[in-house]
């Protein structure tokens, strides 16, 4: 038994029942860096296998006792990762047969073998054996983070739908709370509008009229929340840009300005766009304003928008600031009665208005009472001394001098009723209330 110096990479055991052939395979492979492991009988390199570590093995085929395809297959049973060659003559076919059938060989070398093409046999199967160890453990390695990964994967899901289902409920809580501010927004725009009406004079106050009549629209056409609280808040503030005004350009119908004061007239949508612009909940409602000026046939300012460019929501509050304010005399010098306005909107439909949003408006428009209420069956219209407790208001609810006294949506109480009575004692007025019952606030909520 023998062994190479310098750093073996491999061990190779070599068996032969003759001395000089395993003399002639130690001088071939003495360059090489292997450790050399000798045996002269099968029985003799078991006992060295089992001993020592063995990369290859390369054995006779002919020898007393256990011949070379016996002890091949030996070692392939108890090693098979153990690589074989057989050294074999002309004569020992047999013996080369069963030892690629039982043994599984990796190769047979005939006798006598040429020496540079014996080193490159074992340099291949070396290699062989190599790229095979290696992938077995990229194979093990594989496994196991497979194995690694699917028990985080598991993990991860449950982790991943506990962490969802907290951010599904987080992000609810915030649309229901984002949709709260926004309601609070359009009563708090509302409020505002009706302390800017205190500039104009009492028949110029046309906010709330206006915001009853984009109200009706959204709730007759179902218009989603988003949508009808921008278009509440544009109606609220859609005149903020006229407060500039001295009184005289107040009092005069637009139609007769002239010069300096039709060019005055003409900045007051983006003068009430660029007062709201630094709040952003009223961002989409400023740029309603800007726009509720021009005309579809695109003559209208300030950017002579043409068609549906406008925005719908522009095109909506022109319907509705026109048709108040023809009946106001603030746009022609007569005034005109309901019906005037609605025949003369209809007439421009096509060069000032959408022509089927004007239709659609004037659908709604003549399903309104004169007071602007939606003609719903569940909506009731009564006084103060008709009004029960648990009642809820459908319109929100304003002094004679325009002041916001109850928003929409609250829900009346027997002291709240009272104080109502006293106000309008105290003001010697007389209040109409738009209500819902009970039972028809309990269905609207459901199918909400």
Not at 238 to 255: E, F, H, I, Q, V
Not at 370 to 387: G, H, Q, Y
Request: hydrophobic share 40%; glycine share 4%; charged share 25%.
């Amino acid at each position: 038994m023998a062994m190479l110096e310098n750093g073996p990479v491999a061990t190779l055991l070599l068996v032969d029942d003759e001395e000089n052939i395993l003399n002639s395979l130690r001088r071939v492979l003495r360059h090489e860096p292997y450790r050399l492991l000798l045996a002269t009988s099968g029985e003799a390199a078991l006992d060295v296998f089992e001993q020592q570590p063995v990369d290859l093995v390369i054995s006779d085929a002919r020898m007393p006792g256990m011949d070379g395809a016996s002890l091949l297959a030996t070692i392939q049973r108890r090693r098979p990762e153990c690589l074989r060659i057989l050294l074999t003559g002309y004569a020992d076919i047999g013996t080369t047969v069963k030892a690629i059938n039982e043994g599984q060989i990796y190769r047979y070398i005939s006798k006598p073998w040429e020496d540079d093409e014996l080193r490159l046999i074992i340099r291949q199967a070396l290699a062989f054996q190599n790229s095979e160890r290696e992938r077995e453990r990229l194979e093990q390695l594989t496994r196991q983070q497979n194995a690694a990964l699917q028990e985080l994967n598991s993990t991860l899901e449950e982790r991943i739908q506990s962490r969802t289902a907290e951010l599904e409920e987080t992000a609810d809580m915030l649309d229901l709370a984002y949709a709260e501010l926004r309601r609070s927004y359009v009563t708090a725009t509302e409020v505002f509008a009706n302390l800017v009406n205190q500039r104009l004079s009492k028949d110029r106050q046309t906010n709330t009229q206006v915001v009853a009549l984009i109200k009706g629209y959204a709730e007759h056409y179902g218009l989603d929340e988003r949508t009808s609280n921008d278009l509440a808040m544009a109606a609220a503030l859609y005149n903020l840009g006229k407060l500039t005004w001295d009184d005289r350009l107040l009092a005069m119908p637009s139609d007769v300005l002239y010069k300096e004061d039709r060019a005055r007239y003409r900045e007051y949508p983006q003068l009430g766009e660029s007062l709201l612009m630094a709040l952003e909940p009223v961002q989409n409602a400023s740029s309603l304003i800007r726009h509720h000026q021009e005309r579809w046939d695109g003559n209208g300012f300030p950017d002579k928008l043409e068609g549906e460019a406008i925005p719908f929501g522009s095109r909506l509050l022109k319907l509705a600031v026109d048709f108040i304010e023809l009946q106001r005399g603030m746009i022609l010098e007569r005034r005109l009665n309901r019906d005037e306005a609605l025949l003369l909107q209809k007439k421009f439909a096509g060069r000032l208005y959408d022509p089927e949003l004007c239709t659609r408006f004037m659908e709604v428009c003549t399903t309104l009472a004169p007071d602007l209420a939606l003609a719903d069956a569940s909506i009731l219209i009564l006084d103060t001394r008709r009004v029960e407790p648990g009642m809820v208001l459908a319109r929100n609810l304003h002094a004679e001098n325009g002041m916001l006294l109850l928003n929409e949506g609250k829900a009346l109480t027997q002291p709240l009723i009272n104080k109502l009575i006293a106000f309008e004692s105290s003001e010697g007025a007389r209040y109409t209330l738009f209500v819902r019952k009970p039972d028809a606030t309990a269905q609207v909520g459901i199918l909400k």
